[in-house]
């Protein structure tokens, strides 16, 4: 184990970490704000990446294929908020999640009925190919780092909306007081439907993104989804800073896992024995540190305000 | 109850009708659909009667699987000593997992439900020698020495039939207990079940490990019908259909799961069976459908039923 490979982790550990963090700010503030569950989140993150590799395909330009993902993904949750979840956010968790759930199987045949069951895969963007070299020995994938400054990009353009603008500050009266904000003659339906529909927007940027790196499929949505509601469930739910937190400490501490709990088994126990159970543990480490914060703190590292 | 008893009955005469039209894919059809029932059943009595949204039952179905399974790897095919086994195994981490998760509540509940469940599913996967990823199967079928064949179809049949039978009166009776007031009192209104002194955490608890070592019965029957144990057992779309039938058949309410396991899994079985493009895209229905339900039938079938009395 050599320090080259460790910042090297370090980095794929912030490249995911940051992908989680799109995912977990939409999903953070729809529930902070509107209090709905939504397991359907994942599927914006599919349909975003879909969309972009079926734009950059059509066209040859991956900037359209940004452009299409982006607004396509901010069409498709606009409307799944008018036509579906608008109705759910005065019923309880229990309704938000089959609901959400009914939506997920929904999203993923109607993805298998245009694009089919079988994986896409699609090339880096000409532009962002190759390596970088950071230091001596560290040559750094380009595409990689990209994700990586664009994430903490996205993370700064949050904090400065939801912190510094009137928007925001709507959005935080929202979500301390409905009947208030909307007697005081905001119309919290359309500040709703937009917040979901930018929410679902991150989670498209974070698919388009995926795309290059990961398969493209049906269903790719929920791999991503139950580890990005870890992220926010660690963090403190309804939470831009403890999404963020959440997201660096869980993308590291699952890179990590999957790149040295099995050789530092391998030094406590026979490297046999270390070799089955790594990969394993490795998998269980994130839901292992949720059920230790949530048996320590119940409502998160940074609960939000106001609930 | 002149309903249930007359479903109860006609369920009962199904070999008999299979045998009589020479149909005996119907008997193992409904034996699948029966033990998800006892599935649904088990979670109904937390979810339902307790409050407590568990994301994550799915878990006991593995682990009843698993413990057949495991057992009759190892050679041990005594049907008795399995279903100990599978009930105590199930019992044993529904304490446990309880124990932690019965802390938090609201949406943190169905999170940590749910992430134990993956723990647990992706130890499923790890363990190579039982066939990782791929699953593997079982050895042989339970063996109750002689008393009964679970390789009789129609036996089987028989004994799901009782067991689900009996636990739709073990349910009845816990929650018309002092023990079952108590859990639907802490649902309703925590703050005043502690103000007339009852702490409601030991009570949840006790709970839980009756759900969890219930739905263990329903994983042991479940390896025995189809033979064969994968981790799938244990995915979180299995837990988020043992949850949606309690709520297709309305949640709270004793006979709902079955009448909710009974319309999803038959529904599902007739969409998928179509031909062309509805049977190919046969979630997309059942998606639509699910949506459809939460969305309009709030109170689920059960509350369409005429004379159905709701205990929630």
Known sequence: MNATLVVEQVLNGLQFGVMLFLMAAGLTLVFGIMNLVNLAHGSMYMVGAYLAVAATQWTGSYIAGIALALLGTLAVGVITEVVALRSLYERDHLDQVLATFGLILIFNELIAIVWGRAALFSDIPQALSGHIELFTNLRYPVYRLAIIVVGLLVALLLWYVVSRTRLGMLIRAGASNRTMVSALGVNIRLLYTAVFGFGAALAGLAGLMAGPIYAVQPGMGELILIQVFVVIVIGGIGSIRGALAGAVIVGMVDTMGRAFLKPLLGVLISPTAAESAGPALASMLIYLLMAVVLALRPEGLFPARGH | MVLLVVGLALL???????????????????????????????????????????????????????????????????????????????????????????????????????????????????????GGDDGMALAARSDFAGLIDLGDSTAFYYVVFVVMVVFLYLIHRIVNSRFGMVIRASKSNEARTRAIGYSPYPYRLVAFVIAGAMCGVAGFLLVNHTAYLTPDFMHWTRSGEIMFMVILGGIGTAVGPVLGAFVLLLLEDIISGMAGFVGQHWQLFIGIFLVLVVLFAKRGLAGLLPGARRDG
């Open chain 2, 12 to 130: 009962a005469l199904v070999p008999a009708g299979a045998a009589y039209f020479d149909q005996p894919f119907y008997v193992d059809l409904l034996r699948r659909v029966m033990i998800f029932a006892i599935a649904a059943l088990s979670l109904n009595l937390i979810l339902g009667y307790g409050g407590m949204v568990s994301f994550g039952h799915a878990a006991y179905l593995g682990i009843g699987g698993y413990s057949v399974a495991i057992l009759a790897y190892y050679g041990v095919h005594n049907g008795f000593l399995q279903l100990a086994v599978a009930i105590g195994a199930s019992a044993l981490v529904a304490l446990l997992i309880g124990a932690i998760s019965i802390r938090t509540s609201g949406i943190y509940f169905i999170m940590i439900t749910l992430a134990f469940t993956q723990m647990l599913y992706f130890l499923g996967i790890s363990l190579e020698e039982f």
